[in-house]
């Protein structure tokens, strides 16, 4: 789905680890516009600080007819710099953005894969944000300039992506590029999902205001993951079997898994871990961030209601991994039922 933000006091807003935007990073998400905000500037993705002038800023100014985007950028002094896209937006259309930073100098906008806008405005020694919002300002300490529209599929990166790689990144909502990864937000419907990051880092936005959901651009998940649910909560409770371990695909790939919380030595940062589904091993990759693992599953040709087995085993490094039997029983270890797995590649 996507949050519609309906003009009033709604936005997502998060307060702590915040994207270093002096630096190189990059946001690709979906974007729909519903009104036209006439003369006035409406905000999709911002970076703020509470007390100072410092701000990073995409948004959207009206006309009488037609709209466009600008970056807008200013330093602790009040010195500031706008860049003003060439492309119209018009209500009713679903159009991909890339922002990127590749130095201090240098500020990109991409709409549907083609540049729209840059500033070469110097940010050397800006003062670090204090906030991230979407959907609003965040301007030394104050919000407003919300947005009547909607937004989807939101994507940070700690690194300046390329264009090639931002065009990549429209054709799917999960991430295409998984490298300095900072959040990945599918926004899907429900208080406590529309702000959850599913990017393993647990760097989850807080809704501001009475959001709600509306329908999504017609872009596939991606085509590397599903989800496996696994039997009732009356059978994954206390001591579970978690190697040899039968799941049922519950729904389309729209549908995303929960985290799931280890214990005990799998789930040890760096260790090398080891996928079989269906009697094909992959190796994986894991996140571990305070006792979760996040981790994506690959995507085969199966459908809701087929049974899938998984069995699963770890070890230090690739070898020690290779040489290890698979695991079969553990201290308590799925604690919701769900699992997610990201495959790296075959053996």
Not at 118 to 147: H, I
Not at 191 to 208: A, H, I, K, P
Not at 317 to 343: H, K, M
Request: hydrophobic share 30%; net charge negative.
């Amino acid at each position: 789905m996507a949050i519609r933000f309906d003009g009033s006091a709604v936005g997502l807003t998060r307060t702590s680890n915040i994207p270093n935007c002096n630096s190189a990073y990059s946001a690709s998400f979906w974007f729909y516009l519903v009104s036209v905000p006439d003369t006035q500037y409406r905000d999709l993705i911002t970076f703020g600080h509470a007390t100072d002038n410092s701000a990073e800023v995409l948004e959207i100014l009206g006309g009488s007819s037609h709209s466009h985007f600008d970056l807008y950028t200013e330093r602790n002094s009040g010195e500031l710099d706008e860049a003003s896209g060439t492309k119209e937006i018009s209500t009713g259309t679903w159009y991909h953005i890339g922002v990127v930073r590749e130095s201090v100098t240098s500020l990109k906008l991409y709409v549907d894969g083609s540049l729209d806008a840059t500033s070469t405005f110097d940010m050397t020694s800006r003062e670090l944000p204090t906030v991230m919002a979407v959907g609003c300002l965040y301007y030394k300490g104050s919000y407003s300039q919300e947005l009547d529209g909607r937004i989807t599929g939101l994507k940070i990166w700690n690194t300046a992506l390329t264009q090639d790689e931002i065009k990549q990144e429209a054709n799917s909502v999960r991430p295409i590029h998984f490298s300095d990864l900072y959040g990945f937000y599918p926004m899907f419907p429900g208080s406590g999902e529309r702000t959850r990051d599913y990017g393993g880092s647990g760097y989850d936005f807080t809704e501001r205001g009475t959001l709600t959901d509306e329908d999504p651009p017609p872009v596939s998940w991606g085509s590397s993951i599903y989800l496996v649910n696994y039997p009732s909560s009356s059978v994954i409770s206390g001591t579970t079997v978690w190697g040899h371990i039968t799941g049922v695909i519950e729904t389309n790939v729209r549908t995303f898994a929960s985290n799931w919380t280890g214990t005990g030595a799998v789930g040890g940062s760096g260790d090398t871990e080891r996928l079989e589904l269906d009697s094909t091993e992959y190796m994986v990759s894991e996140v571990v961030n305070t006792g979760i693992k996040t981790v994506q599953l690959l995507q085969n040709t199966y459908a809701a209601g087929d049974t899938v087995t998984l069995k699963y085993r770890h070890g230090a490094d690739e070898a020690t991994c290779l040489a290890a039997g698979w695991n079969t029983y553990s201290t308590p270890f799925i604690s919701l039922g769900y699992i997610q797995v990201r495959v790296e590649s075959t053996l």
